[in-house]
């Protein structure tokens, strides 16, 4: 690491003007922090200015000491690189953060073996890592399955109005009423599958419409829809940051998709309904440097929807983004694929948590 000394230099020279030896390391999602024999701060990335949420411009020179909350812990390491004893460690480390309260990143520390720069520690947040996890694994699950789906229901679609017209004919030639409820049965249920595919393929067809809009509009719209379909017992709470900049995607998908979460979350509050207290909260706020469908984003709207109704079985809670997935009488198990197809069209995506008396599902979308 033969140009650290350039980083050492005082800013505004000659020296710190030259491209610098670390700018690759711009590039990745981790947080890195050289630290200098001096124990401060001599390089750190962009996604360290993210996660400690100051410019580099502060972190740069700082004593690295000051930037954790356990202070001996980083000498220790320092130490031991020093003395060429460090080789590779891995510990749990809490960032002090100005303003905020200590965030527990996991750290790994190596050795450099550079007299100027002889540490060198990478950061990562520790419920991050598990979210990232998370999208990654709802990301491939919808990949698949919708492509899988899309062939299925192409395949159902097709033999469909055959079947109709076939049993419609049958029925003109039928003689008495009893035979004639059996082809009535077959129309039934061939109009049931009809509209079953039509859900299926609707995401994929037509043109998409991307327009700049306040998500407002959307919330207050499906606020109304969802108040017109359970007229009594339900209060929907808003809880709007009403600072939330526009976002960008198609309005009425992500109606559609906001749609069928709050729709579940009001038939999922049945008894409260019933009893008068039932709450549906919709709470929009800003998140700051999230990672949303694999990529890392400044900006992101969070929409929440939040309910006290009995929270989803627990066993059913990883499958209730597959398709045909219901723990409803009567449901059809589309309603949460089809938001996910939608949300992630628009480049977000949704997640939830959910325990008895408080559900919250959570579209995240990406802002400009
Ligand atoms: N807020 C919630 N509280 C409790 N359970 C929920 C909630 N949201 C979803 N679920 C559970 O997840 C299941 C899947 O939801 P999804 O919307 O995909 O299908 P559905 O509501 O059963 O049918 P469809 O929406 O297609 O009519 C639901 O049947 C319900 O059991
Ligand atoms: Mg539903």
């Known amino acids: 690491m033969s140009g650290a000394a350039d ?15 670390y700018a690759g390391l711009d590039l990745l999602s981790t947080a890195v922090v050289l630290i200098g024999a001096d124990a401060r701060v001599a390089f750190a990335n962009q996604s360290a200015e993210q996660l400690f949420e100051v410019s580099r411009r502060i ?10 909350t356990d202070a001996a812990a980083i000498e220790r390491l320092l130490e ?28 790994t520390a190596s050795a450099l073996y550079d007299e100027a720069t002889p540490l060198v520690l ?8 598990l979210k990232v996890t998370r999208d990654e694994h709802y990301l491939d699950l919808s990949e698949a399955s919708r492509h ?6 192409h395949e159902i679609k097709n033999p469909l109005g055959g079947i109709r017209g076939a049993a419609q004919l049958l029925e003109s030639e039928l003689p008495s009423r009893e035979q004639r409820e059996y082809t009535r049965v077959i129309i039934g249920e061939v109009d049931r599958l009809q509209s079953l595919v039509d859900r299926l393929l609707a995401p994929h067809r037509g043109p998409r419409v991307v327009a700049e809009f306040n998500i407002h509009e959307v919330t207050e719209r499906v606020r109304a829809l969802i ?32 749609l069928n979460i709050v729709r579940n979350a009001a038939q999922a509050l049945r008894d409260r309904i019933a009893a008068g207290d039932a709450t549906i909260v919709l709470m929009t706020r800003v998140a700051r440097h999230v990672t949303v469908a694999r990529r890392r984003h400044r900006l992101a709207l969070e929409l929440h929807v939040i309910d006290n109704g009995p929270g989803i079985p627990a066993e059913l809670q990883p499958h ?18 089809l938001a996910q197809t939608y949300v992630q069209q628009n480049d977000g995506m949704i997640e939830f948590d959910s325990k008895p008396g408080r559900t919250d599902f959570r579209i995240l979308l990406p802002l400009p």
Do not use: H
Request: aromatic fraction near 6%; proline fraction near 8%.
């Open 7 to 21: 980083w050492l230099a005082p800013r505004g020279s000659a020296a710190s003007l030259a491209p610098s030896p």
């Open 59 to 68: 972190l740069n020179g700082q004593l690295v000491a000051r930037l954790f």
């Open 80 to 107: 031991a690189a020093r003395a060429n004893d460090l080789g590779q460690r891995r510990q749990v480390l809490e960032l002090r953060r100005p303003l905020k309260e200590p965030l527990p990143v996991y750290a």
């Open 122 to 129: 990478e950061l990562n947040e520790i419920g991050q890592q």
């Open 148 to 153: 899988l789906l899309r062939n299925l229901a």
């Open 227 to 258: 108040l017109a379909e359970f007229p009594r017992g339900l209060d929907i709470v808003r809880d709007y940051d009403a600072s939330v900049p526009d976002v960008r995607g198609d309005r009425e998908q992500l109606i559609q998709a906001l």
């Open 320 to 337: 209730v983004f597959y398709p045909l997935v219901s723990g409803r009488e009567g449901g059809s198990g589309l309603g949460l694929t």
